[in-house]
């Protein structure tokens, strides 16, 4: 009776071991003292401006007249004109021509751009550079992947996957991928863990334009595809064997 009943406490505490270790698997930004006993110095340049990136530039000053060259609509619609940054990082604006803009946030641009202007207008006039594709994709084991438009072009790794149904069970909070694409178009593979806090800190916490994020799957997604794989396998050679037994049946007959 005494080896019965150590045999269950035994089992019971490994069962409130093993569910333990697995909770901590689960909050998000675990030891948030960390974060705030740590001297934070947050510096943002702004969304740089890369090649395959959409851009409407608006020109505008106290006279509409001598601004309107700068302003180009597409015909039929009188939506503003986007100018596609090329593979060099140069667009083609009117009037001025060739702008290289790769690798300078939209202010530098606009700075840019008020300076080039000023040889065609008497006043410094007012530029408003916007990203019209800023998109980030989620994918993995969340409850709604797919690709979402940001356009207060700002946007977090948290805010992302909320955008996306947060992770689902199954998805992994301390391996949780991000894919960027660098200016020189190289890519580069970076590991986020959800569960500390200090990731709120990383370089990488702040997403820019065309960032993929991937939630891996866990051990228990992973088994139950095998078996799902292998159910399926099994039934598909029952089924020939079947349909070979009636076929053998019906020829002997």
């Known amino acids: 009776m005494r080896k019965l009943k150590r045999l269950t406490l035994g089992a019971l505490l ?13 909050p ?4 948030t003292a960390f974060v705030n006993d740590t001297e934070q110095s947050v510096h943002q340049t702004g969304v740089k401006v890369m090649p395959k990136d959409l851009l409407t530039i608006a020109v505008s000053c106290s006279t509409p007249e001598l601004a309107a060259p700068f302003n180009l609509v597409n015909s039929g619609t009188d939506t503003p ?5 090329d593979n060099q990082g140069n667009i083609n604006f009117p009037v001025l021509g060739e702008i290289h803009v790769g690798g ?9 751009i008020i300076d080039k202007l000023k040889v065609y207008l008497k006043e410094a006039p ?6 019209v594709n800023y998109r980030i994709s989620v994918l993995g084991e969340v409850n709604k992947p ?10 977090n790794l948290l805010e992302a996957l909320a955008m996306a149904g947060d992770l689902t069970i199954y998805g992994m909070r301390d391996n949780v991928k991000l894919i960027r694409t660098g200016q020189d178009n190289k890519q580069e593979i970076i590991t986020m863990d959800l569960n500390k806090a200090e990731t709120v800190l990383s370089p990488y916490y702040q997403l ?3 960032d993929i994020i991937y939630v891996t799957p866990n051990k228990t997604k992973a088994k139950n595809s095998d078996v799902g794989t292998s159910t399926g396998l099994w039934f598909s050679g029952v089924s020939i064997l079947v349909s070979i037994a009636n076929l053998l049946i019906t020829i002997l007959r």
């Open 28 to 31: 998000y930004l675990q030891d």
């Open 14 to 26: 490994a069962f409130l071991l093993v569910s333990c270790q697995s909770y901590k698997k689960v």
């Open 104 to 112: 300078l946030t939209k202010l530098e641009i606009e700075n840019l």
């Open 146 to 155: 797919g690709s979402f438009v940001v356009s207060n072009e700002k946007i």
């Open 208 to 210: 820019q334009q065309n």
């Open 81 to 85: 004109q986007q100018y596609l940054v």
């Open 126 to 131: 007012l530029v408003t550079v916007r990203i």
